[in-house]
């Protein structure tokens, strides 16, 4: 069974850092983009961010307002997606999960596995 499993996820006070996991089960994230998707109690769900399987097909993705804060990376020995936050707001505060698309870029909208997710809270 293929599962896409995040972990990492805390509350933080604002201004601090988190580094958030993916890790594949039964799928071998080296061979697709990978994003980062969040979402906040009644707002719509939006990609923070997207990591392709290597430069040759193109550059990562962020969502304006974590450039700069946000970083993603992959770790292909250990089957892995992280993405570091820094500099946390408030508004950052949201369910975060991970997704694979079927594309090796991430201009690709066919998502195909979705992680449950893990929870980001930032407040005082």
């Known amino acids: 069974q293929v599962q896409l499993v995040e972990s990492g996820g805390d509350l933080v006070q604002p201004g601090g850092s988190l580094r958030l996991s993916c890790v594949g089960v039964?799928?071998?994230?080296?061979?697709?983009?990978v994003g980062w998707f969040r979402q906040a109690p009644g707002k719509d769900r939006e990609r923070v961010s997207c990591?392709?399987?290597?430069?040759?097909?193109?550059?990562?993705y962020y969502l304006d307002s974590v450039k700069g804060r946000f970083t993603i990376s992959r770790d292909n020995g250990k089957n892995a997606i992280y993405l570091e936050l820094h500099s946390l707001q408030p508004g950052d505060s949201a369910n975060y999960s991970c997704?694979?698309?079927?594309?090796?870029?991430?201009?690709?909208?066919?998502?195909?596995?979705w992680g449950q997710g893990t929870q980001v809270t930032v407040s005082a």
């Open positions: 997704v694979n698309y079927l594309s090796s870029r991430c201009t690709s909208t066919r998502t195909e596995h």
């Open positions: 039964g799928i071998r994230l080296e061979h697709y983009a």
């Open positions: 990591i392709p399987v290597s430069s040759t097909y193109g550059t990562t």
